[in-house]
């Protein structure tokens, strides 16, 4: 309870504070008992205005003015956008500026207070507790939801254990199959053997009995079975059967145990919800709708793309590849052994030569910033200008690399003999996963041309030119092919020339179309959605920023183009 306030709820005088009230003062804003309304009015210095307590209005309380203390803002300067006083006013600071009455201000001010207020209670802070309360029901079912996933896992598992039961029983009733027949053989070998071994003892006895007995008779009837004996029975040879174990083959288990589609998160823009003036009605929730799931997206494409800088790389002759370090610096590489980081003043920041002196097949940038080239048989990292070579391969070549959102490293690679292609995942220096043919066992990329650049698209799907084909395809991050471009279907004129390849934040694919001048965009399904031509000239190696900024490497001008195209 308030203090100045008894069990009955009297109210009483703001100045002597113990009897109750009966007047007010307009002016001051104050309730006074009788006998201090008559000591205020004495007051001469303000005109007081006191009233009885329930004839009084609704006081606002005036501002105290900042620049004289003794004054009241009872005014409003519309320019300044501040109260102030009478005397601030006549001062002439305020001189031709729109003056109106603070209560007028405050009155309109109010209301628009009042309807934020109301729109608050009664729209959007319902409408935040509803998605509250989502969020939290959603999340209440995680369990359940996660918990039929492990279990199907576990089902499948179990499957696969039983399958793989079976074939170990059946291989060990084949090997004791094989162990009965080998025993068999040799018992039926050595019977044989101790038959002759029981005629040879019988043998051996006559003629000891036959020389000691100095018989004429049984002397003269001895024939002699030696020549017969010399004959050795047949020995049995048998080789023990052997288990020749394939290797494991992991992505191929994998893919047996089937595939787990990727946890897809992605952030909306929320509703904006009408003002209460464009509402006539209580709010309904909206249905979610295809149409509001495939919503446009977030950084549109523009009608006309424009070059935004342009940089001069100092290659001589030809300039192969680009990879963004940040959005005003680029790593280079081009014709030499020489791999250099420029800014977007055409100034050279680091250039650092390979290792084994060769040029550089292509470089990428990893998420630590650090630079990875291929070249020769290698595959390197320069940390800190220091190059450690972290894969060295063996029939094999490696071509093109990138970087991907796990930190992984993609490599399309061609075997020596320059029969076979393939794209190998490697985590550090492990390889996780190689990509070579499709479901039938056709190979999933050209055997020719060495140029494969790749990219990996923001849903993962491995997206890779193959200029040799004019194609580029597109594989999911199981390696399963989802779909081949080859060129926008009402061009039959100029052929598809696809070199280097991007992917930027809205999902799209962008190759360069080297000899046609010009880069295409696909959506992540291999839609053509347009061409950019800003005047370029035999574009080749691509990347984009992290504020989705293109930049093209062109062959011939060895110069560097950021192109703003969302």
């Not at 309304?37 to 003015?65: E, I, Q």
Request: net charge neutral.
């Amino acid at each position: 309870m308030h203090p100045r306030r008894s069990a009955q709820e009297v109210l009483l005088c703001d100045l002597c504070e113990t009897v109750p009230l009966q007047s007010h003062c307009e002016l001051c804003n104050i309730n006074l008992c009788v006998n201090c309304a008559g000591k205020h009015v004495s007051d001469s210095s303000k005109r007081h205005k006191v009233v009885p307590f329930l004839h009084r209005k609704s006081t606002p309380n005036y501002p105290k003015c900042p620049k004289h203390a003794d004054k009241q803002c009872e005014m409003y300067c519309e320019k300044c956008d501040i109260p102030v006083c009478i005397t601030c006013i006549t001062s002439g600071k305020h001189k031709g500026h729109d003056i109106s009455d603070v209560l007028e201000k405050l009155s309109a001010k109010a209301e628009s207070l009042q309807k934020d207020l109301e729109e608050l209670e009664s729209r959007i802070y319902p409408r935040y507790e509803e998605m509250a309360s989502d969020v939290q029901t959603e999340k209440s079912e995680l369990e359940t939801k996660y918990g039929k996933l492990t279990t199907a896992a576990d089902q499948q598992g179990e499957a696969l254990h039983r399958e793989v039961t079976a074939i170990v029983n059946q291989r060990k009733s084949d090997i004791q199959e094989m162990k009965n027949k080998h025993l068999s053989t040799l018992n039926k070998n050595t019977e044989e053997i101790t038959q002759k071994m029981a005629e040879l003892k019988q043998i051996i006895s006559d003629l000891k009995s036959i020389l000691k007995s100095n018989d004429v008779s049984l002397t003269s009837t001895y024939k002699s079975r030696n020549g017969e004996f010399r004959q050795l029975p047949p020995k049995v040879r048998v080789t023990l059967p052997s288990l020749s174990p394939q290797k494991i083959n992991t992505e191929k288990l994998r893919e047996m145990f089937g595939s787990l589609s990727p946890l897809s998160i992605n952030t909306e823009h929320g509703d904006t919800m009408k003002s209460a003036e464009a509402v006539s009605s209580p709010p309904v929730k909206p249905m979610k709708s295809a149409e509001a799931v495939s919503s446009p997206p977030v950084k549109p494409l523009l009608d006309e793309p424009r070059i935004t800088d342009t940089i001069d790389t100092g290659y001589r002759h030809r300039l192969y590849s680009v990879s963004c370090l940040s959005e005003d610096q680029v790593w280079t590489c081009g014709d030499n052994e020489t791999m250099n980081l420029l800014n977007l003043q055409s100034k050279l920041l680091t250039s650092i030569k390979t290792k084994s002196g060769d040029t550089p097949t292509d470089i990428a940038v990893t998420r630590d910033g650090d630079l990875v080239y291929t070249d020769s048989n290698n595959i390197n990292l320069i940390k800190n200008k220091q190059i450690q070579t972290v894969i060295t391969l063996q029939g094999w070549r490696p071509l093109n690399v990138c970087n991907t959102s796990s930190d992984d490293l993609l490599v399309t690679m061609i075997s020596d003999d320059r029969e076979q292609s393939k794209v190998v995942r490697y985590s550090g220096s492990t390889e996780k996963q190689s990509i070579q043919f499709d479901d039938q066992g056709r190979p999933l990329y050209s055997s020719g041309g060495l140029y494969k650049y790749l990219s990996e698209n923001r849903n993962l799907d491995i997206c890779v030119a193959d200029w040799s084909v004019s194609a580029v395809v597109v594989v999911n991050q199981s390696g399963k092919l989802r779909f081949r471009y080859t060129g926008h279907p009402s061009n039959t004129e100029q052929s598809f020339d696809p070199r280097g390849i991007t992917t930027d934040s809205q999902s799209h694919i962008l190759t360069a179309d080297y000899n046609n001048h010009r880069i295409h965009i696909l959506d992540q399904d291999g839609q053509f959605l347009r061409y950019i031509h800003c005047d370029l000239d035999t574009p080749w190696g691509l990347c984009v920023d992290i504020r989705d900024n293109l930049f093209v490497a062109e062959r011939f001008t060895a110069k560097v183009k950021k192109i703003q195209y969302l």
